[in-house]
């Protein structure tokens, strides 16, 4: 574990001193997010962190992954730079929406296609083992651009995106690392890093946003755990003592608050008859602070929640998928139709 602390702290500290920098230059540029209808926050505030976050993550991964396991992970490194590229491009000058997509499908197809990093099976979900691989590529690029739009959406809030982004890269660097995947460990920390010197000054009131640069790269980051965390906690022997049972259902717990707030405002949206992609005051941190709560209360609130996800895929580690995943959506209807009565009584 030293290597995998020496990575983070690494980080840590190029992002730390990096942060800084960029809120002076990105001020004196005028490269900030205005408060506007949608916005939360009151005040101008620099909306390029995400440079930082990335900055100290490759520094650090540069740094402390050994040599002979490049060829494995470069082709990791050149995803998560085309989405890098993207997210910069898309904070300077906003870009179309198709145009991201495609930018996203790409850096998917580098995953798939270079790393082999994708669905090799349903591992046991629904009783479906095997995949063909044409329906392999396909569910592996959808789940790629879900979760890395979802934590881009989740993005909405000061501290709340780098929080939840801590508590996953810390379950899933920790695991890998007891299971001795030490270049996903090492992988995996130096973000973690990152993104705490990053939360430093993205905490309420916040001086810096990630935007999408940083939304996009962690998302994408989560999404390349999730995937090779299910693969590689699958293969293991029945009797591995870090072996959860429930491998899908486990790496959706890992990374749950994001994934419901996605799925809560497209079901409202379709509900609404509005379109899915309409951007709205709907996402559940909206919907928190309308009970009069602060940007920090809220965000508590949220890690709270996501550390009660991670506490239930801890506690149902030896029940299968259908039990972890059933028990994971029913307790998010509920914590959300919850939510929503409190907000009508309150109206």
Not at 52 to 59: E, L
Not at 63 to 82: H, N, P, R, S, T
Not at 172 to 188: C, K, N, Q, R
Not at 258 to 264: A, N
Request: charged residues 15%; hydrophobic residues 55%; aromatic residues 14%.
């Amino acid at each position: 574990m030293a290597i995998q602390l020496a990575a983070a702290i690494t980080s840590f500290v190029i992002s730390f001193l990096i942060v800084p920098v960029i809120i002076k230059y990105s001020l004196r540029k005028n490269l900030v997010d205005i408060p506007g209808r949608r916005k939360i926050h009151k005040k101008v505030t620099p909306s390029m962190g995400g440079i930082a976050i990335f900055g100290g993550f490759f520094i650090s991964t540069l740094i402390w992954v050994e040599f002979q396991y490049w060829g494995d992970i470069k082709f990791i490194l050149v995803a998560l730079f085309v989405i890098f590229f993207i997210g910069v491009r898309d904070d300077l000058v906003p870009l179309r929406a198709f145009v991201k997509l495609i930018g996203q499908i790409m850096a998917a197809c580098l995953l798939i296609f270079l790393f082999d990093l994708r669905f090799h099976s349903l591992y046991g979900l629904f009783g479906v083992y095997e995949l063909p691989l044409g329906v392999s590529y396909v569910l592996t690029i959808f789940t790629i651009i879900a979760i890395t739009n979802s934590f881009n959406l989740i993005d909405g809030l000061d501290g709340l995106a780098g929080s939840i982004a801590i508590i996953a890269l810390l379950c899933f660097g920790t695991w890998f690392y007891l299971v001795e995947d030490h270049v996903f460990a090492v992988f995996s920390f130096p973000m973690l890093g990152a993104i705490f010197a990053f939360l430093i000054f993205n905490w309420e009131p916040s001086e810096v946003f990630m935007g999408d640069t940083g939304a996009l790269v962690i998302g994408m980051m989560l999404a390349i755990l999730a995937i090779h965390f299910i693969d590689l906690n699958y293969g293991l022997p029945a009797e591995a003592p870090f072996k959860f049972h429930a491998s899908i259902g486990t790496a959706a717990c890992f990374i749950m608050i994001p994934l419901i707030d996605t799925s809560r405002i497209i079901i409202l949206r379709l509900w609404k008859r509005q379109s899915p992609f309409r951007p709205d005051k709907s996402h559940i941190h909206h919907a928190i602070m309308r009970l009069g709560k602060s940007h920090s209360q809220t965000t508590l609130i949220l890690v709270t929640m996501q550390l009660l996800f991670v506490g239930i895929a801890i506690i149902m580690r030896d029940l299968s998928d259908l039990y972890v995943l059933g028990g994971s959506i029913l307790f998010s209807i509920f914590s959300s139709v919850f939510l929503d009565r409190l907000i009508l009584k309150k109206l």
